[in-house]
T-cell receptor, first 112, second 115 residues
Framework: SQQGEEDPQALSIQEGENATMNCSYK?????LQWYRQNSGRGLVHLIL?????REKHSGRLRVTLDTSKKSSSLLITASRAADTASYFC????????????FGGGTRLMVKP | DAEITQSPRHKITETGRQVTLACHQT?????MFWYRQDLGHGLRLIHY???????NKGEVSDGYSVSRSNTEDLPLTLESAASSQTSVYFC??????????????FGPGTRLTVL
């Protein structure tokens, strides 16, 4: 079963627009991570936010975490065609050792 | 530069055959993981290892086995391949951490087709 569930499953926007993806999870976590996967490639880590953090930035990425709602959002500002990929959230449950549980992903298409 | 590699990148096999997928990392990470990725299921954990001689079952371990004889390698074996095991397989590694896991580094994947 998946700990994280992304919403929406697919998103199509124009270059320059912002893209927001959401992730909901079920159990208490140590941290939450976001990964990107380009077509036919492995996953690449984007950003990690710890359970005691509420917001984190990295370049054009902004991640928020609301532990009371068990949800996170990933915002990509000023999107580019190169941002076209699938985005996954992954949670590290407090009692799960060093394992991550991945959601089903959001497929983002940025049209030039 | 450190990396994680998988081989082969593509494999076609027949039902009932034994198949081994290789994973090699030069990060010197203690933790290694095998996932399968199927449409509609995201990534599901097959097996994982926290160090040499340590192996553990994940969510979808039936029909798969792993062994860890050194830090760098975690081969995944399908004992008797089934069509349901047609998938894309990813290997990943991470450092050991207390109080929360670290970033996982992924290999490029192996696309396996079982006919």
């Amino acid at each position: 079963s998946q700990q994280g569930e992304e919403d929406p499953q697919a998103l199509s926007i124009q270059e320059g627009e912002n893209a927001t993806m959401n992730c909901s999870y079920k159990t208490s976590i140590n941290n939450l991570q976001w990964y990107r996967q380009n077509s036919g490639r492995g996953l690449v880590h984007l950003i990690l936010i710890r359970s005691n953090e509420r917001e984190k930035h990295s370049g054009r990425l902004r991640v928020t975490l609301d532990t009371s709602k068990k949800s996170s959002s990933l915002l990509i500002t000023a999107s580019r065609a190169a941002d076209t990929a699938s985005y996954f959230c992954a949670t590290d449950a407090w009692n799960a050792g060093n394992m991550l549980t991945f959601g089903g992903g959001t497929r983002l298409m940025v049209k030039p | 530069d450190a990396e994680i590699t998988q081989s082969p990148r593509h494999k076609i096999t027949e039902t009932g055959r034994q198949v081994t997928l290789a994973c090699h990392q030069t990060w010197n990470h203690n933790n290694m993981f095998w996932y399968r990725q199927d449409l509609g299921h995201g990534l599901r954990l097959i097996h994982y290892s926290y160090g040499v001689q340590d192996t553990n079952k994940g969510e979808v371990s039936d029909g798969y086995s792993v062994s860890r004889s050194n830090t760098e390698d975690l081969p995944l074996t399908l004992e008797s391949a089934a069509s349901s095991q047609t998938s894309v397989y990813f290997c990943a590694s991470s450092e050991s951490r207390l109080g929360g896991t670290d970033t996982q580094y992924f290999g490029p994947g192996t696309r396996l087709t079982v006919l």
